[in-house]
């Protein structure tokens, strides 16, 4: 069974850390952020390499934001654009600050259970999809 929920933040919030405190209230044990659109002042995003975080000042719009929930961890990609129409994208942050509003909706697979596992193949902590008997 799948369970839609919609949340605004609002001008201040960190992005990472109000979705995140926001699954763990509503006890979300395995998700899927669909869409996120709104505004951020600051952002921080963290690239491909593992290594390098963009620090980026805003104005900014947020062009898309989607990625899977569990109980623990948020895994968000994120891309936004600045005054001039540049891109920027990678792995969600802390430290991404909204500025006016930001609109996001989810949804829960109640059969569901998300972790995260270490894989010596990767060498990062992978998603674990474990099926729940209701």
């Known amino acids: 069974m799948i369970k839609p929920y919609a949340k605004r933040l609002l001008e201040g919030d960190d992005l990472r850390l109000s979705l995140l405190e926001f699954i763990q209230l509503n006890n979300i044990r395995a998700g899927s952020l669909l869409t996120g659109v709104g505004c951020l002042s600051h952002a921080k995003i963290r690239l491909a390499n593992e290594k390098n975080v963009l620090d980026i000042e805003g104005p900014l719009e ?73």
Request: with cysteine; charged share 15%.
């Open 62 to 134: 947020i062009i898309t934001l989607c990625g899977t929930l569990t109980a623990k961890h948020v895994h968000i990609h994120i891309s936004v654009s600045d005054r001039k129409g540049q891109v920027y994208g990678g792995h969600l942050m802390p430290g991404c600050i909204v500025s006016y509003t930001a609109e996001l909706c989810m949804i829960a697979y109640n059969n569901l259970n998300f972790e995260r596992q270490y894989d010596l193949n990767t060498g990062f902590d992978e998603l674990v999809v474990l099926k729940v008997s209701n």
